[in-house]
């Protein structure tokens, strides 16, 4: 499907009219070590078979050799976790698949040494309700979420704060987003002090009041 997007696009005259940022981005993924890190099919049958060959567990091998490909950042996303009804059944069908995917991602990266040096994150936008609602889901909630941090200096084994006992208020170590990102950027590389400039040229911090959180960190 890559090569034949590729092939489609090269032929027509959509690349000329584009800018020079976006042919530069062009040659970045039409690059024939950019296509190469799409070929799943270069990968150990029995390693795929580890990830399971689903979708959670293509996608995360997918971004591994991506990651090993050199590329920088990576997001991946998987399945819908908006469970306002069922989330019991909803939670069966997503999450077998995705936790099979995420621990071979992690062994994988263990053995071959790319953990050392990649941050691995898996973070939503928030929680959800303590209680369960009309329709046996629970709905948005934003003061009490989890993240997993893998990697990059990130301490292992560590489970860092923790909630009430229903998971409504954080209870002790809380930590915000600012504090996380500020934590994160750090071990990056990146200043997350620094101030850019946005159009009209208006300031706009990184993270904003964030502190680095050398507890979490190695």
Known sequence: AVSEHFASKEKSDALDAMDSFYQG??????????REAFNLNAEDAKLR????????????????RLIAAGVRL?????????????????????MPAFDQAFSAMIRDMDRTGLLDET???VSS???RTP????????DHWPKVFSVVAAGGGFVKGQIYGASDA??????????????????????????YTKRLLAPGDRPIDIVRNGKHRSDLVT
């Open 25 to 34: 981005a062009y040659s970045l993924i039409s690059s024939p070590e950019a």
């Open 49 to 64: 078979d580890e990830y399971g060959r689903n979708t959670a567990g293509q996608r995360l091998l997918m971004a591994r």
């Open 74 to 94: 990576v997001s991946v996303t998987y399945g819908g976790w908006d469970h306002h009804n069922n989330i019991v059944q909803a939670f069966k069908g997503q």
């Open 119 to 121: 941050v691995v994150m």
């Open 125 to 127: 936008e928030f929680g």
């Open 131 to 138: 209680k369960i609602n009309n329709n046996n889901g629970r």
């Open 166 to 191: 229903t998971a409504a208020e954080p209870d002790a170590q809380p930590i915000g987003p600012a504090d996380l990102f500020a934590t994160v950027y750090r071990q990056l590389g990146i200043d």
